[in-house]
């Protein structure tokens, strides 16, 4: 019963919780739900105080995504010409029934290819988020006005809805205009420039950012996660994404001079 919940059960819990090794910014979620909860029941459990008010949140270590160089923009888009290449490894029987590693190269094939070609292409002109990306409609995009307008879903609440609006890139027009040609793929009940895509990221997000971090990868040669994480974190953190490219965009444009 929540009322059997007291002070020291709480701060037990979240000592543990925290010696487990977890993040910074996973212990605070876990604590914000659950004083959430307790504040919401506490009435009718008739609680006196919420038994985790005096618990403190722990300091969050960040990893900032970085950004691309004009040249490695260009080597991503190409690889959708020439395709991903990567090195690997592979075991087989050498004299004497030796088990030998040999070094051999593979090709990376992309989960629809063609729409994250587009996919990569609204990231990058656009600024966009992954997941608008993913999810964004026909309606965004107007081409007698060479425009595209978009309602960024990560902060569309705390804006009250407000849309951005960009000119459309060159780059970007043509990969949308190429897009038309799957537009009838789409439900009944759907208008996504991206159907498939859209598809899989709502049961899979993280299968289509696996897929966008090998294509830079593979294009680029760079190292897309730490394998050296800072502090308390355990897993390798990622340091080129989707994200990248909207880092990118804005490099892009202070070195054009756009203001901000």
């Known amino acids: 019963m929540i009322a059997d919940i007291t002070r020291e059960i709480a701060e037990e819990y979240f000592g543990d919780l925290w ?10 979620s876990y604590l914000q739900v659950i004083k959430m909860i307790f504040k919401y029941l506490g009435e009718s459990a008739e609680l006196n105080e919420n038994p985790c ?28 010409d020439t395709g991903f290449f990567y090195e690997s490894s592979m075991l087989q029987w050498g004299p004497g029934r030796k088990c030998i590693k040999k070094k ?7 989960m629809y290819r063609e729409e994250m070609k587009v996919l990569l ?10 997941q608008d990306g993913c999810v964004m409609e026909w309606d965004c995009v107007d081409f007698s006005r060479n425009t595209i307008t978009y309602v960024p879903l990560k902060v569309a609440r705390s804006r009250n809805h407000i849309p951005v609006t960009l000119p459309l890139h060159p780059d970007l027009r043509n990969v ?5 040609a799957w537009k009838n ?24 950012q696996k897929d966008a971090m090998k294509i830079i990868h593979c294009a680029t040669g760079l190292m897309v996660t730490d394998r050296n994480p800072r502090g308390r974190r355990k897993l390798a953190a990622n340091i080129y994404s989707l994200h990248s490219f909207r880092h990118s965009f804005v490099s892009f444009c202070a070195n ?5």
């Open 104 to 110: 051999v190269i593979r090709e990376f094939l992309p």
């Open 256 to 260: 054009a001079g756009v203001p901000g």
């Open 176 to 180: 949308l205009q190429n897009a038309l």
């Open 19 to 28: 010696n487990s090794g977890i993040s910074g910014k996973t212990y605070n």
């Open 185 to 208: 793929k789409n439900e009944p009940d759907e208008n996504y420039i991206l159907p498939n895509v859209a598809r899989r990221f709502k049961y899979n997000h993280s299968g289509v």
């Open 121 to 130: 292409n609204l990231c990058c002109w656009t600024a966009c988020r992954g």
């Open 53 to 80: 008010s005096t618990i403190m949140t722990k300091t969050v270590e960040t990893y900032s995504r970085k950004d691309f160089t004009e040249k490695q923009v260009q080597q991503i888009f190409k690889g959708f």
